[in-house]
């Protein structure tokens, strides 16, 4: 297994924190998801520069057998998801595996604190500091280290896809021209980057709840979407009128379209994931203040100690270099990646070159359709191949 050169070997004894074993069992992605339906896999680790242990996972090659012919693809999930998001359906339907048998190198990722990221070379996730971070640290280390890791083991620059807050990860980096050399290109899924129009009341509750009690929230460092205190905050929300919580995934999502009831039921096995309950207030923050800034405190002292100003920096979105090369495919129904919200990300990008960038608007798409529709091949990654094929 490779390890990705992670730490000294004073660190490395304070690893246990994440079972290896745990990675190469019945248990690992590997396992459970990818070699079941007859690909190779291969369970790597990687440490980013702030501690965390991350695991990834590669398909070398393609169900066939053959090896791949093109660049290495890195997938980034969203919130309260991880790697398995992009291994839900069946082959001909799931992106890992259709990018693998088209002849791509295809990479998976899972963010801090997701199962199969839980390591850190000094902390512990049963302890509040594991979880001090909000997706600011996933701009500063996560991507970084991921990046650098695919780059460093293929000797390729990679394509890079995001689905939900996996795009604003990658939009935050690159409004501040970090990392833009090391893509070959980005392709952004139910972009998330304004999100101040947001449309799912169930989403706008748990806002209001987190920005109310934010005190009480923190002391929850880790958000468990499987635990006590969430069942709590989610009676709390379904209490509220005009929202229906028979079918939680419709009243976060939007209506989705497309999706098969056995995908649906292979969600649920393993996600959602945790997640820092400070990610959760940036998040809250960001709708609350319709802008895409730095985590605030809420102190002009406290942001002055980390930031050096009163107030949090802010991302610009204007400032994504213009010969990026950039796909963008966002959903008529999609109720976090609201329609007006990325029209005002798109007017942040009105000056890009013409040739580097692809929007695709699907009228009776929602946030899950774009990784778990049964038509998403032929509707949004043939025309994303198309596109990785410029490039």
Known sequence: M?????????????????NYEDLH????????????????????????????????????????GETPDK????????????????????????LAFILADNGYDVWLAN???????????????????????????????DLPATLQYVSDQTGQKPHYVGHSLGTLI???????????NMFR???????????????SLLARAAVDIFLAEDFYWLGVSEFDPKGEAVAKLLEAICNNPGIDCNNLMTSFTGQNCCLNSSSSDVFLKHEPQSTATKNLVHIAQMVRNGNIAMFDYDDKEENKKHYGQPTPPA???TKIPND??????YGGQDMLSDVNDVQVLLGSLKDHDGNKLVVQYIDDYAHADFVMAVNAKQVVYDPLMAFFKVQ
Request: glycine residues 6%; proline residues 5%.
């Open 2 to 18: 490779n390890n990705g050169g992670c730490c000294t070997a004073a660190s490395r004894t304070k690893i246990h924190s994440i």
């Open 25 to 64: 069992t019945s248990d690992g992605i590997c396992k459970t998801m990818v070699e079941k339906q007859g690909y190779a896999c291969q369970e790597h680790l990687v440490t980013t520069e702030d501690g965390y242990i991350l695991s990834m996972q590669r398909i070398p090659k393609a169900r066939s």
């Open 71 to 94: 660049p290495p693809v890195l997938l980034q999930h969203g919130l309260f998801m991880d790697g398995i998001t992009w291994l839900l359906n069946p082959p001909d339907q799931s």
């Open 111 to 141: 963010t801090r604190g997701t199962k199969y990221s839980r390591g850190h070379t000094t902390l512990n996730p049963n302890e509040s500091a594991y979880w001090d971070w909000s997706w600011d640290e996933l701009v500063a280390y």
């Open 170 to 180: 990658a939009l935050a980096a690159f409004s501040e021209e970090k990392l833009v």
């Open 185 to 199: 290109s980005a392709a952004l899924l139910s972009p998330i980057a304004h999100l101040s129009q947001i449309s």
């Open 315 to 317: 991302y610009n979105m």
């Open 324 to 329: 990026l090369p950039l796909f963008l495919s």
